[in-house]
Nanobody, 124 residues
Framework: EVQLVASGGGSVQVGGSLRLSCSAS????????LSWVRQAPGKGLEWLGS????????YYADSVKGRFTISTDNAKTTVYLQMNNLKSADTATYYC?????????????????WGQGTQVTVSS
């Protein structure tokens, strides 16, 4: 089982930007796609978007479309989440997870294979 590591979180003001990274000990793509997911305090898991390994096509949730961009490097060893125009509602712990939009179906907490996640705090 691949252990994913999300990093790059921090504190930023409303309207600011952050870039998160997702890496693994081997290939970051253990599945045909990889998703970014977040969990805000007291809330469930929210799928944010996915990138597909072979086409690098990306898909986004309406809540982040136009503000967040998922990309990968040429070697596909790291997947990024560029977050622009951040809002207070974006405050959450962010995880990367193998799979597509269905990765959050039927679960309320991230499995251990998703790692500790990275905290993003957006303040006004």
């Amino acid at each position: 089982e691949v252990q994913l590591v999300a990093s790059g979180g921090g504190s930023v003001q409303v309207g600011g930007s952050l870039r998160l990274s997702c890496s693994a000990s081997g290939s970051v793509f253990s599945d045909v796609s990889l998703s970014w997911v977040r969990q805000a305090p007291g809330k469930g898991l929210e799928w944010l978007g996915s990138i597909y390994r072979f086409t690098t096509n990306t898909y986004y949730a309406d809540s982040v479309k136009g503000r967040f961009t998922i990309s990968t490097d040429n070697a596909k060893t790291t997947v990024y989440l560029q977050m622009n125009n951040l809002k207070s509602a974006d405050t959450a712990t962010y995880y990367c997870a193998p799979g597509g939009q269905a990765v959050v179906v039927g679960i309320t907490h991230p499995p251990s294979s998703w790692g500790q996640g990275t905290q993003v705090t957006v303040s006004s």
